[in-house]
Every structure is written in C-alpha cells, then in structure tokens.
C-alpha cells in the first residue's frame, strides 16, 4: 500500500504565493507519476499538474506560468509551489500517486482559500 499526507494549504491573499508538500510512505517504489488535482465545490476534480519518475511535467492551463510542480524521488516527496494565486485557484488540492498497474492513491486532501 501506499500513503499520501499533504501540507502546507492555508489562507493567502489574491497575487500571494502557498506550496503544497506531498509526502509518500509504504510500497513507493510502485509510484509512477504523482502530481496535484483540485476540486472547487460544485465542481469536478480537475489535473493541476503532474510529474513523471523522470521529471517530465505536465500543467493545466490555467496554472501555467505560475505554479511549479517538483519532485524528490529519494524522499518520495511532490511539492507545488503557487504564485499570483487568484480567487479562482481556491479548492480542496489532492496529492496523486499513479501506482504501477495504472491504480490511483489519493492524500486526504488540503484546503487553499483565496482571499481577493
């Protein structure tokens, strides 16, 4: 099995800067991809970004040129450093393990609120 505890959500002013952390434990040499989603309520669960064991990232559109997604395979770690954040950008962000096998591991989940 494979766990994911995010941190590092919280409260930040439209134009301010938060990063998330992700930290996997358990079988990690079974993780392929990881990355961020978020969901906004009355919304689906959308991609933010991802990344790959060999640090190909992929963003949504939206989040381009502002958000940075990082990767430390040693410690099993994911980070997404946010600037120029905005109102819209405010939503409960997942942290994602694509294991192999194509199964998908969520973290509980971690709270950003944009304040305009």
């Known amino acids: 099995q494979v766990q994911l505890v995010e941190s590092g959500g919280g409260l930040v002013q439209a134009g301010g800067s938060l990063r998330l952390s992700c930290a996997a434990s358990?079988?990690?040499?079974?993780?392929?991809?990881m990355g961020w989603y978020r969901q906004a309520p009355g919304k689906q669960r959308e991609l933010v970004a991802t990344?790959?064991?060999?640090?190909?990232?992929k963003y949504a559109e939206s989040v381009k040129g502002r958000f940075t997604i990082s990767r430390l395979n040693t410690r099993n770690t994911v980070d997404l450093q946010m600037n120029s954040l905005k109102v819209e950008d405010a939503a409960v962000y997942y942290c994602?393990?694509?294991?192999?096998?194509?199964?998908?591991?969520w973290g509980q989940g971690t709270q950003v609120t944009v304040s305009s």
């Open positions: 358990g079988r990690t040499f079974s993780i392929n991809d």
């Open positions: 990344i790959t064991r060999d640090k190909i990232r």
């Open positions: 994602n393990a694509r294991l192999e096998g194509g199964l998908d591991k």
